[in-house]
């Protein structure tokens, strides 16, 4: 059976933390759904880029809630904070991980992850400076973590790395190897879980 993934968006995200994960999860055969964080399904970028979201959030139902294997954050501001002021977000997050999902963030998406209340007692990274704002988890500064049903990744240039961990962690390391090899991501990958 296909995993269930949600990818949420809101105004001022960062396009390549959001649409890169989107893409290699598609490739992996996951069935992906950007949600847009309120009712127009046109969200924009920070840098400006409009995409179109398969969902808005009153869309989400709660039975696709229930079905969900991952739910993905993407960073950039306001992105992140757009989010973190969401409460269908947060609400989503919590019943995703307590019924043993994962949550996932990238760059300043962890700020979520803490507001979710996720991040007490876990490693994490984040974009640097961002764990200045969080207060609760144990800040470590790698590129992409992986700590038990959160992975969390640095920035931009982590995104790759973030989307094959997801897939390593979700469809096993041969499926994540593929799409590495794929696109070129990586010669051969070293997938760390601690």
Not at 25 to 54: C, E, K, L, Y
Not at 149 to 161: E, L
Not at 169 to 190: C, H, P, Q, R
Request: hydrophobic share 40%; proline share 4%; net charge negative.
């Amino acid at each position: 059976m296909k995993k269930q993934v949600i990818v949420f968006l809101a105004e001022g995200f960062e396009i390549i933390e959001a649409m890169t994960p989107v893409d290699f999860f598609r490739r992996a055969d996951m069935d992906v759904a950007t949600v847009s964080w309120n009712n127009r399904h046109q969200v924009v970028s920070s840098h400006g880029i409009p995409v179109i979201a398969d969902k808005i959030l009153p869309e989400l139902s709660d039975e696709q809630v229930i079905n969900t294997d991952l739910v993905v954050i993407p960073g950039g501001l306001p992105g992140a904070t757009n989010l973190a002021d969401t409460d269908r977000v947060i609400e989503v997050l919590q019943q995703v991980h307590d019924q043993g999902g994962m949550v996932a963030a990238i760059c300043a998406g962890p700020l979520v992850l803490e507001k979710a209340g996720l991040l007490k007692d876990r490693r994490y990274t984040c974009y640097p400076g961002c764990e200045e704002k969080i207060k609760e988890g144990h800040y470590i500064n790698r590129l992409v973590i992986h700590s038990d049903q959160i992975v969390t990744a640095k920035g931009p240039g982590a995104s790759m790395h973030f989307a094959l961990t997801l897939i390593q962690a979700l469809n096993g390391k041969n499926a994540a190897n593929d799409i590495s090899k794929e696109t070129f991501a990586s010669e051969s990958l070293k997938f760390e879980k601690k």
